[in-house]
């Protein structure tokens, strides 16, 4: 069974970062267009920044410059360094497959909260 687990969250003061990282277990990753996803309380989940199977990257206008993503392969694993956080950055950050229609199980995510 495929199973995706985030971490390394946090509290930061803006200005701050925190280095985000997603397992994902019990299936073919590499494979795998992957996306970062913040859902703040109330609001629906958008993505963030997405990676492809090859390292091609995508970023929203709203991290870009701030955030990068990328892959470890062997790993199974999926990172998101995230450098001059800011209050609006706080919410729930999740990872998942990009395409919509082949979503795996949301995982528990992690909280970023960005706080002076």
């Known amino acids: 069974q495929v199973q995706v687990v985030e971490s390394g969250g946090g509290l930061v003061q803006p200005g701050g970062s925190l280095r985000l990282s997603c397992t994902v277990s019990g299936s073919i990753f590499s494979a795998y267009d992957m996306g970062w996803y913040r859902q703040v309380a109330g609001q629906q989940r958008e993505l963030v920044a997405a990676i492809t199977s090859g390292g091609g990257t995508y970023y929203v206008d709203f991290v870009k410059g701030r955030f990068t993503i990328s892959r470890d392969n062997a790993k199974g694993t999926l990172y998101l360094q995230m450098n001059s956080l800011k209050p609006e950055d706080t919410a729930v950050y999740f990872c998942?497959?990009?395409?919509?229609?082949?979503?795996?199980?949301w995982g528990q995510g992690t909280q970023v909260t960005v706080s002076s």
């Open positions: 998942n497959r990009e395409v919509a229609r082949l979503r795996l199980a």
